[in-house]
């Protein structure tokens, strides 16, 4: 389900050779209509017309359309579901199970549209952060004769929701603010360590200064940025597709995690101004 101007080429092509590799029906779609029929309800009665970000748009226009395009994949996922084994004569007719993609690290740092395409009646990797999903996608590429896999591997994430221009091409990790296997060490930390901002500030600063990854402040800037996002994005935890819980730091917390799913501005002061506390102290040995 793609956009003429958004989805490229390799995307396209690696979906049509998966398919192909694992005996599935493919279609390959533009959903750029359905889009434009959204888009253009500002136009006609708010007489206001929404730009993306690359065409000077604001970032409230710039996300606005960007969610526009994954609520209608979900809607569109039910509505092939349910036209697709009568349209193949599958006897009996029935419908067909909706299948979601967004993996843990994407839910904990909120980078998905609350009812968009994350939003199914199963999500098989809902529960496994970036990290493992790569090596098991890697693992499997060898252990069910799947070479295409490779191809997935080495592709840039991207949601692919903005145009593509010849400057511009967008990127998961770019549009977070922080890396895949950044997300994997923030998220294990809070739900297999459970560890606040400051736990996981002193316990960061500490490893990533050794290995040279991140200074001090770096690393409090990083552990800020997830915890912000994190506490203003709780509320899409609650709406998450169930999934296959195999490990210990999953975040289907709606189910498995009672802490509350809304954070006074309070909470994340306090966390982050301990967070300066410490940073001052840390800074003035290293003085």
Same mark, same amino acid.
């Given at each position: 389900?793609?956009?003429?101007?958004?989805?490229?080429?390799?995307?396209?092509?690696?979906?049509?050779?998966?398919?192909?590799?694992?005996?599935?029906?493919?279609?390959?779609?533009?959903?750029?209509?359905?889009?434009?029929? %959204?888009?253009?309800?500002?136009?006609?009665?708010?007489?206001?017309?929404?730009? *993306?970000? !690359?065409?000077?748009?604001?970032?409230?226009?710039?996300?606005?359309?960007?969610?526009?395009?994954?609520?209608? $994949?979900?809607?569109?996922?039910?509505?092939?579901? %349910?036209?697709?084994?009568?349209?193949?004569?599958?006897?009996?007719?029935?419908?067909?199970?909706?299948?979601?993609?967004?993996? +843990?690290?994407?839910?904990?740092?909120?980078?998905?549209?609350?009812?968009?395409?994350?939003?199914?009646?199963?999500?098989?990797?809902?529960?496994?952060?970036?990290?493992?999903?790569?090596? @098991?996608?890697?693992?499997?590429? /060898?252990?069910?004769?799947?070479?295409?896999?490779?191809? *997935?591997?080495?592709?840039?994430? /991207?949601?692919?929701?903005?145009?593509?221009? %010849?400057?511009?091409?967008?990127?998961?990790?770019?549009?977070?603010?922080? /890396?895949?296997?950044?997300?994997?060490? #923030?998220? $294990?930390?809070?739900? !297999?360590?459970?560890?606040?901002?400051?736990?996981?500030?002193?316990?960061?600063?500490?490893?990533?200064?050794?290995?040279?990854? +991140?200074?001090?402040?770096? /690393?409090?800037?990083?552990?800020?940025?997830?915890?912000?996002? @994190?506490?203003?994005?709780?509320?899409?935890?609650?709406?998450?597709?169930?999934?296959?819980?195999?490990?210990?730091?999953?975040?289907?917390?709606?189910? #498995?995690?009672? $802490?509350?799913?809304?954070?006074?501005? #309070?909470?994340?002061? @306090?966390?982050?101004?301990?967070?300066?506390?410490?940073?001052?102290?840390?800074?003035?040995?290293?003085?």
């Amino acid at each position: 389900m793609g956009m003429r101007t958004q989805s490229s080429k390799e995307t396209r092509s690696r979906a049509k050779e998966l398919g192909e590799a694992i005996g599935s029906f493919h279609i390959d779609m533009d959903i750029d209509e359905v889009f434009a029929a %959204q888009k253009n309800t500002a136009v006609k009665y708010l007489s206001f017309e929404p730009r *993306f970000h !690359v065409h000077g748009g604001s970032n409230s226009e710039n996300l606005a359309l960007q969610n526009i395009q994954a609520r209608s $994949r979900m809607v569109t996922a039910y509505y092939y579901a %349910q036209l697709l084994p009568t349209i193949r004569k599958r006897p009996g007719g029935g419908g067909l199970l909706v299948l979601g993609s967004a993996n +843990c690290g994407e839910s904990l740092r909120g980078y998905l549209t609350k009812y968009d395409c994350s939003s199914a009646d199963l999500n098989p990797i809902g529960s496994i952060d970036k990290s493992d999903l790569k090596r @098991y996608i890697a693992w499997a590429q /060898t252990a069910y004769n799947l070479p295409v896999l490779a191809k *997935f591997l080495s592709a840039t994430p /991207t949601a692919e929701l903005e145009p593509i221009t %010849q400057t511009y091409v967008q990127s998961d990790e770019a549009d977070m603010g922080m /890396t895949y296997d950044e997300l994997t060490e #923030f998220g $294990r930390l809070r739900k !297999v360590n459970k560890m606040g901002p400051l736990g996981m500030f002193l316990k960061l600063q500490h490893d990533w200064s050794v290995s040279g990854k +991140c200074s001090p402040r770096e /690393t409090a800037e990083k552990v800020k940025r997830f915890f912000h996002y @994190y506490a203003i994005n709780r509320h899409k935890m609650t709406t998450l597709t169930p999934s296959l819980h195999s490990n210990e730091y999953s975040p289907d917390d709606n189910r #498995f995690d009672l $802490r509350p799913f809304l954070y006074p501005p #309070f909470f994340q002061n @306090y966390s982050f101004k301990r967070i300066d506390e410490e940073l001052e102290k840390i800074e003035k040995m290293g003085q």
